[in-house]
């Protein structure tokens, strides 16, 4: 395939793989080739994702949540999964730079692209309401430490324990974040409660 065609055929395939075998993945992932491809793949990914909260909605009888879900996947995501994918390549272009890497900035954005697969497992993922976030977190690390170690070519042990930490970060983050939500909630309903 040349540098600019995108097979839309290949991307289930490709979504396989990443997700299957990403060392084996990333360790022969083109560096260079663009931003289209791997574009792409990443609004699939996120339309993907999408698409399955929708489904996910409309399967628990919330039919009208599902349908803006749907509609939001289609109208939304596209233009939110691209701002972000660059933002968080240039997140991690900066943290590969200082670990080391000499990748340019199309490389990240092209691990960050294909990182994506995860989000429509993801979504599974957090249908488990506290161990999901964990595992989802989890998940992204392992994917970025890979990432590092394959393309970036950085040495496993500075990789890990980096990306362990900003993993536990981010873990500590989601668990304050839900103590914060299951209080609200819990306010809500003692004030219901007592309103009758």
Aim: charged share 15%.
């Amino acid at each position: 395939m040349g540098r600019n065609h995108i097979s839309v055929f290949s991307i289930p395939s490709t979504a396989i793989r990443v997700l299957t075998t990403p060392a084996d993945f990333f360790s022969t992932m083109p560096k260079k080739g663009g931003y289209m491809g791997p574009l792409v793949f990443m609004i699939a990914m996120g339309v993907s994702g999408g698409l399955l909260k929708a489904a996910i909605s409309i399967l628990g009888f919330n039919i009208l949540e599902g349908i803006g879900k749907a509609v939001a996947a289609i109208l939304f995501v596209p233009v939110t999964v691209t701002l972000f994918g660059f933002l968080a390549a240039l997140a991690l272009f900066i943290i590969w730079k200082i670990l080391g890497s000499r990748q340019s900035y199309e490389t990240s954005y092209r691990c960050v692209a294909y990182m994506s697969v995860l989000m429509p497992v993801m979504v599974v993922i957090n249908g488990f309401p506290f161990p999901g976030g964990l595992v989802s977190v989890t998940l992204l690390v392992i994917f970025i430490v890979i990432a590092g170690e394959k393309v970036h070519s950085i040495p496993p042990m500075r990789t890990r324990i980096v990306f362990t930490i900003l993993g536990l970060v981010l873990a500590i983050m989601y668990v304050k974040n839900d103590q914060t939500i299951r209080q609200i909630e819990k306010e809500k309903t003692y004030q219901q409660q007592y309103k009758r």
